[in-house]
């Protein structure tokens, strides 16, 4: 099995991939925001290349476990992307995940403005890679 991580920001999509061998995410790639047509059309494009059968999305919620509008906006579209994927997405909860990839690529020696294009994707492996733990996959 494939599976597709999803880091769903205001402006950017950051996507990750892992399988049930290998156990690991890693960050696939990032998708500039436009309309939602055209966003689900990218990340359908990457499921359907690499041949995933089940996507995560992250739940941004908040620290105290309550859920704000990032939440809502997930769980609106959560429901759109498993229709356009045609496999099940399941949310997970992402709190702290993009500064934890602010960290790993910073302790890679990463630029500022080169972390800055890669946090996304990085934050959807982050993501990823906690539901794989969580649910042994």
Do not use: H
Not at 17 to 40: H, S
Not at 87 to 103: G, K, N
Request: charged fraction near 30%; proline fraction near 4%; glycine fraction near 8%.
């Amino acid at each position: 099995m494939r599976y597709l991580g999803v880091d769903l920001g205001r402006a950017r999509i950051g996507l990750a991939l892992a399988d049930d061998v290998l156990r690991t995410a890693r960050p696939l790639r990032v998708v500039a925001r436009r309309a939602e047509a055209a966003d689900l059309a990218a990340i359908s494009g990457a499921a359907r290349e690499y041949e995933v059968d089940r996507a995560v999305l992250g739940l941004p919620l908040n620290m105290d476990g309550s859920e704000g509008p990032s939440a809502r906006l997930a769980r609106t579209f959560a429901p759109k992307l498993e229709g356009a994927l045609g496999v099940p997405v399941e949310l997970f909860d992402e709190r702290l995940s993009t500064f934890e990839a602010e960290t790993r690529l910073r302790d890679r020696g990463l630029s500022v403005r080169e972390a800055r294009a890669q946090v996304d994707a990085e934050a959807a492996a982050v993501i990823l890679q906690g539901w794989l733990d969580r649910e042994g996959a």
